[in-house]
């Protein structure tokens, strides 16, 4: 038995259950009873005891299942006998594993092919317990629920219960992971931070994350100065980029809002949040085959001879074209939800529309506005494709847009990329800027969903 199978079980217990759940609450009411909830509830009720408990505890086996299997392979004689090279070892279990699940026919390494039947012989076993417990799990539930059907039981509540729970879990998990990142990020932040002073991280103006192999090389210590890091993503995602968004955002949400046709609106809102939906490696695209040369043409044109083809403006640019919908859509929103009432009072006093705009709606929705410009912030901050492709990897500190830069979640994909061991600062650099990047992001979305939830029911 696999574990595939058992969950089909389960789910047919569980659906007999709802079943005869319903059925027999049926029964009861034809016989002149008269039922506390209806037999729907009753049914559902059964289902969610049979079926709930057994699939917890499938999801609880599973990854349990694959540690007892290796754990059991590896002391068989046949995995006594395998390398004491981690790698080499692992490699050979993976293979073994994928031929005994069918994925593959047969291994690269002899030992491998070798080792596939002791791989399904425990296999089999573990999921053979895990299954059968399973099975027996769903029957106890089953007949669990069947003896609660009687006409005084409240199964509507016990079913309002279940799904409560469910929603509870639900947000646990959500927490739960956000926990588990932060502390993830925190643990090898500190481990970084044990290997260079945090004051040079925060302060450092030097970033050259590249140590030398021996202690006589040049910069054998490195430099993880984050200065020239955190500069580049205000450059490009907070200056350059809001340059962009905030205007064009801004008025496309007034003319959509106070001039346009309703026919009109209702053609061009979805086309200009088709812009949110594209993926941004079509903007790194974009921006590296066709903003990029542009701004170095111009760049050149006026008298920058060090005009690069990868250039803050143009990442900026092409950044701030992506996020104007985070802009407009929130900007609509506040606008929208300002009471007509004030529009009216503006324009009865003798005030002219674009007054009443300037005077009147817009200050009304501002703290909408303003939440809007900072979730666009954290939006542009967090963005790796379009930088990489336009803005280059050159960790400059410089205000001049027409040159290379470089951005925190640039140089993270730099330091993660390839085969890497998590002992060297130059590793564990990326999980102390991720950390940083994380406290800026959560940061500004706090800001931002404190200034709307201060002010929103000030025009209600």
């Known amino acids: 038995m696999t574990l595939s199978l058992a969950l089909v079980a389960v789910l047919l217990i569980a659906a007999a259950a709802g079943f005869l759940g319903r059925s027999r609450a049926r029964v009861l009411r034809r016989g002149g009873e008269r039922l506390n909830s209806l037999p729907n509830y009753h049914g559902l009720y059964c289902f969610l005891w049979a079926a709930l408990p057994a699939l917890l505890f499938l999801a609880i086996w599973s990854p349990i299942q694959g540690q007892l299997v290796e754990q059991a392979v590896l002391a068989s004689p046949a995995g006594q006998q395998l390398p004491d090279f981690d790698m080499a070892r692992d490699a050979i279990t993976s293979e073994a594993y994928e031929i005994a699940t069918g994925q593959r026919s047969a291994g690269f390494n002899p030992e491998s092919t070798a080792l596939a039947p002791v791989y399904g012989q425990y296999l089999n076993r573990y999921a053979g317990i895990g299954g059968g417990f399973a099975i027996l799990l769903a029957l106890a539930g089953a007949a ?266 640039t140089q993270i994909v730099q330091l993660l990329t390839g085969d890497q061991e998590f002992d060297s600062p130059k590793t564990l650099a990326a999980f102390a800027l991720g950390l940083a990047l994380f406290i800026i992001t959560l940061i500004l979305n706090l800001i931002a969903l404190t200034v709307v939830r201060r002010y929103r029911e000030a025009y209600e």
């Open 144 to 409: 669990w629920g069947l003896t609660r059907v009687r006409t005084s039981f409240r199964a509507r509540s016990g079913v309002e219960r279940w799904v409560m729970g469910l929603l509870v879990a639900a947000s646990l998990i959500a927490i739960l992971t956000t926990l588990g990142i932060v502390l993830s990020l925190l643990f090898e932040s500190l481990r970084f931070f044990s290997m260079v002073p945090a004051s040079e991280f925060l302060f450092g103006t030097q970033w050259s994350p590249q140590t030398a192999l021996r202690a006589d090389q040049a910069g054998s210590s490195g430099a993880f100065g984050s200065i020239p890091l955190f500069w580049g993503t205000i450059f490009i995602g907070a200056i350059i980029a809001m340059i962009v968004a905030i205007p064009l955002g801004l008025m496309s949400a007034i003319f959509l809002t106070q001039y346009a046709h309703a026919r009109v609106r209702s053609v061009l809102k979805p086309v200009l949040e088709i812009l949110a939906g594209v993926p941004t490696v079509v903007y790194g695209y974009f921006a590296a085959l066709t903003v990029a040369p542009a701004v170095r043409d111009l760049g050149l044109a006026i008298g920058i001879g060090s005009a690069s083809s990868e250039s803050a403006l143009a990442a900026g640019l092409v950044m701030g074209i992506m996020i104007i919908p985070f802009v407009s859509s929130m900007a609509d929103d506040s606008i929208a939800a300002v009471p007509q009432a004030m529009r009216d009072g503006s324009l009865a006093m003798g005030a002219t529309r674009s007054e009443t705009i300037r005077k009147v709606v817009l200050p009304a929705a501002l703290p909408g506005v303003v939440g809007g410009v900072l979730l666009a912030v954290s939006r542009a901050i967090g963005e790796t494709m379009i930088v990489v492709m336009a803005a280059g990897l050159a960790a400059n500190l410089t205000a001049n847009p027409f040159d290379s830069v470089t951005t925190v979640t």
